[in-house]
């Protein structure tokens, strides 16, 4: 059952691949004959109905070293995540909500995750949490427009799951973003990954493994 989940996670980001390309040779060919009547349609768009700088894709001279450099830099976030104690550790088994609360169970999840293609998940649920503490009108309109990008457009690879009821509740909310513009959606997936990631990783060999190296007594040198 796991595998054939996680193959099914990696078609659906090849598809998002394909899409991407396919829109940029479009963007390129529009380029080469300019259209009689551009449209400034909406912004925000998820559907692709329409021409939207949300929906940007870039160059493939830029968008290959970028995915290298995001993937560096999660890389490292998730290395300098603090090492928990065998206490905190043994204390994620409780709830997802003790795992949650803390910074290493976040960290050690996280890394969890990106094993099953999912970290997606962790990245677009702590964008949120940054959001939210933010109160510059002008900061929280880019940070909205930024999270809409990498987790919310049809286009990005990283595109989190989200129902059809939970998106046109985005979209009305980003007529006028605000810190809360994704709540429904943040709350979502956390439900998802309370439900879905968090009882295999209890299960996993990456957390007993975890245990079991934070219960072995250290030797003096």
Not at 172 to 197: G, V
Not at 199 to 212: E, F, G, I, Q, V
Request: aromatic share 8%; proline share 5%.
């Amino acid at each position: 059952m796991g595998s054939e989940w996680l193959e099914k996670r990696k078609r659906q980001m090849q598809v998002h691949q394909e899409a991407a390309a396919t829109v940029l040779h479009a963007r390129d060919a529009m380029r080469k004959t300019p259209p009689n009547n551009a449209s400034n349609a909406c912004c925000f768009c998820w559907c692709c109905c329409c021409s939207c700088s949300c929906l940007t894709v870039r160059s493939d001279e830029e968008t290959v070293p970028r995915g290298l450099e995001r993937r560096t830099d999660v890389l490292a976030v998730c290395d300098d995540s603090p090492k928990p104690t065998l206490e905190d550790a043994r204390s994620w088994s409780m709830s997802f909500e003790r795992l949650m609360k803390s910074a290493a169970g976040r960290g050690c999840f996280r890394q969890f995750l990106r094993t099953e293609f999912s970290e997606e998940n962790m990245m677009f649920w702590l964008a949120c949490e940054e959001l939210k503490k933010e109160t510059n009108k002008t900061v929280v309109e880019e940070k909205v427009r930024q999270v809409y990008e990498d987790f919310i457009s049809i286009l990005s690879p990283k595109e989190v799951s989200l129902d059809s009821r939970v998106r046109e509740v985005i979209n009305r909310n980003m007529l006028d973003p605000t810190s809360h513009t994704f709540e429904d959606a943040q709350k979502q997936i956390y439900t998802l990954m309370q439900r879905d990631s968090y009882p295999r990783y209890m299960n996993s060999s990456a957390y007993t493994d975890l245990l079991k190296d934070l219960e072995e007594p250290k030797t003096e040198p």
